[in-house]
């Protein structure tokens, strides 16, 4: 209900996600797996619902195009000092 009166845009399953990004502010999707143990499509579906609130941004990997470098927008670090 705080959440929900805060007119923040938080769903549950983004909490690990955050917390991953919140300890190293860029990460990749294959990291936040392995930091988070579980699966890369959950992963991605979290991210791609977060990018779409505004959360997170998404860059093409350095090494491989292939790859996104996935950070906190300001509205995603905004979020984590609310949570705290």
Known sequence: DHYRGSNVPIKSRYTPVLRALAEQD???????????QITQGAVSQT????????LIAREPGKND??????KLTSQGHDLINFLK
């Open 65 to 70: 195009a292939r790859e996104s470098i996935v």
């Open 26 to 36: 860029a990460q990749t999707v294959k990291e936040i797996t392995a930091k988070l």
């Open 47 to 54: 991210i791609r619902l977060m990018e779409t609130d505004g």
